[in-house]
């Protein structure tokens, strides 16, 4: 049983333009803003997780299809491209169809990690230590044989004022081996 690692990378700068201008509805939390699939979707989303368990050549797409086995655990962790600076997302929601092929609810979890980031250039040779905010949702498979289409909501958070720019939505993939 494996766990499987996702990371999510938003374009938080174009969803919160596109909400600034009226090109794209904020949404609320009952009823994110959907943004749609493949092409669509591909706009703002890429999804990434290691090569041997990536799918249909999806690697770096919205629409991420990731293989999977009874027992396996998928944990998603989502951020902007620009590392979280201007916006965060945060990921609050998911659905699946099947609802019976993950445990739900899935498990969300937000902590502190130490980590360590060599300066300077060429790099320093001591890092210097700083603590990361870690946030990932995780669910374990539990149904064999099955293509599972699930929606992942997330929202959008202006870090400049604690604002909420938008909630948004996407569906991607998993095959259960």
């Known amino acids: 049983m494996a766990t499987i690692n996702v990371l999510i990378a938003v374009d938080a700068a174009k969803l919160a333009s596109q909400v600034a201008d009226g090109s794209l509805s ?16 591909d706009v703002y989303v890429a999804m990434i997780a290691p090569n041997s368990y990536v799918s249909n050549s999806t690697q770096g797409d919205s629409e991420l299809q990731i ?10 962790a989502i951020t902007s491209f620009d590392n979280n600076f201007d916006q965060t997302p945060y990921l609050y929601g998911g659905s699946f169809n099947p609802s019976t092929a993950i445990n739900l609810p899935l498990s969300y979890a937000c902590g502190q990690a130490y980590s360590y980031l060599a300066l300077g250039n060429p790099p320093v040779n001591t890092p210097t230590q700083f603590i990361n905010q870690v946030s990932t949702v995780s669910g374990t498979i539990i149904q064999l044989k099955v293509k599972i289409q699930y929606t ?5 958070v202006n870090n400049s004022n604690g604002q909420i720019i938008g909630y948004f939505s996407w ?6 081996n």
């Open 26 to 41: 904020a949404g609320t939390a009952g009823s994110p803003t959907n943004l749609g699939s493949y092409g669509t979707s």
């Open 67 to 76: 293989s999977a086995n009874g027992g396996d655990t998928v944990e998603w």
């Open 152 to 156: 992942l909501s997330f929202v959008l």
């Open 171 to 176: 569906d991607p993939f998993i095959n259960v």
